[in-house]
């Protein structure tokens, strides 16, 4: 009988030892996909990242091309503005020299 138990003993002990062995291998494979994960993680962050950056470049592109439009139409407008002031200033000369204001 001790014989036996001792048998049963040794017999969960073998398993005992085999689950930590399936467990150690399980941990290392978990380790090894959580490594690949993190790997695809920071790739893909990167790749997200640039895709930013050339948004961000292409955005300032644009903001440029604005700015340089918004200058030239300031410049028109004050073109404009400059000769408005120049033509009523001429009619009120011309209204004077001939008498109408």
Not at 22 to 49: D, G, N, V, Y
Request: aromatic share 4%; glycine share 2%.
């Amino acid at each position: 009988m001790e014989s036996q138990i001792l048998q049963a003993v040794k017999e969960l002990l073998h398993e005992v030892r085999e689950m930590r062995t399936e467990m150690e291998s399980l941990k290392q494979e978990m380790r090894a996909e959580m490594e690949s994960f993190k790997q695809e993680m920071r790739t893909e962050m990167e790749s997200f990242k640039q895709e930013i950056r050339e948004e961000i470049k292409e955005l300032h592109v644009r903001i440029g091309k604005l700015e340089t439009k918004v200058d030239k139409l300031h410049d028109k407008f004050e073109l404009h503005a400059q000769k408005q002031w120049q033509t009523e200033a001429d009619v009120y000369r011309l209204k004077k020299l001939i008498g109408i204001e």
